[in-house]
């Protein structure tokens, strides 16, 4: 009886699996899960046919850079492919060390650690800190990585209208009292390419004695002296407790780091489940993130690069008359309102050669689906001439 039961329910989950709409109109329409054949920095080959990458978050382009292949080349030989094992048991090695003690010096903190995806480390910097009967402040448009950070530490959530200090100041007057409050937020908004409104919303958020968590995975390696972020872009070092992102965007490589004083990232390796119980960065990708933040020091071309790119963009799809959702950063929405819009616009563009990501809701607000796309130090000028006669080419077939 107990058995035919199990059966059961084992059916109705196969059966959900197989019947998903989501998955059916994903496979009719295709717009994901694409495999390129080859790839050399921004030109990319599917089905055969060459393409431009505009979708990349290789912001810098550094992960076809030679010093960057070098290194982990050399870390492979010397350290092996994995170290298959957790940090706190046998996993750490002194690489890690060093990468976490020139990320946090970089960044203007005592301590960091790294771990094996981006995903991870932000996930972990709001579901270490937080607990049960702690109120956490969060922008609406976070990334699903800190949302699940949300959901795990149990706490109160109180979401304030995207990157407006004024709808957290009418919130922050409900939410006085003795409970122990986290602000979260990103430094650079990975859909819209906003900058965090940091000034103002610190402001609120240091008159709650809030512990403020930030996740910098698109404004690393973009924004600040040598890219050092959204926090020292605006000189408010003192004003977040938690700098959380990713590696695999700038650096060029894969993992994220958590940085902060000593006290809070050894709290982290004592709470933290994903610390404490996932396998360690792998010997590759630390040492090319290492080599990766060696050259945002020592290399500004490549930063003054992806910057006379964006502008250059940004003007070209302004002067088509394209929404950008305002996007300050290299990461720039095309926001077409319908789905239908947006998958026309990305197949046209497929059509001649550009390769970008689809968006639409319920991953953006209504009415905001949008193609995203990124754009990179190694585009050349004549990829960006292909791009603009590609966007006119789109926008006349709309
Ligand atoms: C804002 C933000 N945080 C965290 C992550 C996760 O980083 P990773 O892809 O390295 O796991 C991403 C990745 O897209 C992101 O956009």
Known sequence: ?????????????????????????????????????????????????????LSSNDYLGLSFHPKVIEAGRAA?????????????????????????????????????????AGYLSCMSSVAAFAQKGDVILADKNLHSCLWDGIRLSHATVERFSHNSPEDLRSIAVTVHGPAPKLLVLEGVYSMEGHICRLPEITEIGESLGCFTVLDDAHGFGVLG??????????????????????????????????????????????????????????????????????????????LERLWSNTRKYRALLTSLGLDTWESETPA?????????????????????????????????????????????ASHTDEQLEKIAAAMAYALKNL
């Open 332 to 376: 720039v929405p095309i926001v077409l309102g319908s789905r239908e819009r947006v998958y026309r616009f990305w197949q046209a563009l497929l059509d001649q050669g550009i390769f970008t990501v689809i968006s639409i809701a319920p991953a953006v607000p209504p009415g905001k689906d949008l193609i995203r796309t990124a754009i990179s």
């Open 1 to 53: 009886m107990a058995f035919s039961l199990f059966s059961k329910n084992k059916s109705a989950i196969l059966a959900r699996c197989r019947d998903d709409y989501a998955t059916k109109m994903r496979h009719k329409y295709a717009p994901y899960y694409h495999a390129m054949e080859a790839q050399q920095g921004t030109r990319v080959r599917l089905d055969g046919r060459d393409m431009i990458m």
């Open 76 to 116: 492979l030989v010397k350290w092996g492919t994995s170290t298959t094992g957790a940090r706190i048991s046998n996993g750490s090695r002194s690489f890690h060390l060093e990468l976490e003690e020139k990320l946090a010096a970089f960044l203007g903190r005592e301590a960091c650690h790294v771990h094996a």
């Open 225 to 302: 002296r040598q890219g050092r972020g959204t926090v020292d872009h605006f000189g408010l070092n003192e004003k977040v407790d938690v700098i959380c992102g990713s590696l695999s965007k700038s650096l060029a490589s894969t993992g994220g780091f958590v940085a902060a004083s000593s006290d809070v990232i050894e709290y982290l390796r004592s709470h933290s489940k994903q610390t404490v119980f996932s396998a360690a960065l792998s010997p590759c990708q630390a040492a090319v993130a290492l080599a990766s933040l060696e050259i945002m020091q020592t290399e500004p071309e490549h």
